[in-house]
Nanobody, 126 residues
Framework: QVQLVESGGGLVQAGGSLRLSCAAS????????MGWFRQAPGKEREFVAA????????FYADSVKGRSTISRDNAKNMVYLQMNSLKPEDTADYYC???????????????????WGQGTQVTVSS
């Protein structure tokens, strides 16, 4: 099991940037696929990005592709989401999630991730 704590959210103007961080604790971080999801008020939780255990495989949702970069530092037990050119529709609570994997897998369904952080709020003003 991995314990996750997100940080880095806040209020930013449209066109601005934010870097979300997720600190993980537990022995299985380096063998876990990590994902970022978001949930806007009144909407379902949606996939944002995922990175495989070594960082060799990465996948983005179309809504953030080209504007966001997911990365990880297994030595520091950290995963990051750099978001640029933010839009008001990016406003949501952002969650970090983990799934233990024995290979370089990528998952985009929230049901595939058993471990979740508490979320960090991102608000993009127009």
């Amino acid at each position: 099991q991995v314990q996750l704590v997100e940080s880095g959210g806040g209020l930013v103007q449209a066109g601005g940037s934010l870097r979300l961080s997720c600190a993980a604790s537990g022995r299985t971080f380096s063998s876990s696929t990590m994902g970022w999801f978001r949930q806007a008020p009144g909407k379902e939780r949606e996939f944002v990005a995922a990175i495989s255990r070594s960082g060799g495989s990465i996948f983005y949702a179309d809504s953030v592709k080209g504007r966001s970069t997911i990365s990880r530092d297994n030595a520091k037990n950290m995963v990051y989401l750099q978001m640029n050119s933010l839009k008001p529709e990016d406003t949501a609570d952002y969650y970090c999630a983990a799934r233990s994997s024995v290979y370089e897998g990528i998952w985009s369904n929230s049901y595939d991730y058993p471990d979740w952080g508490q979320g960090t709020q991102v608000t993009v003003s127009s």
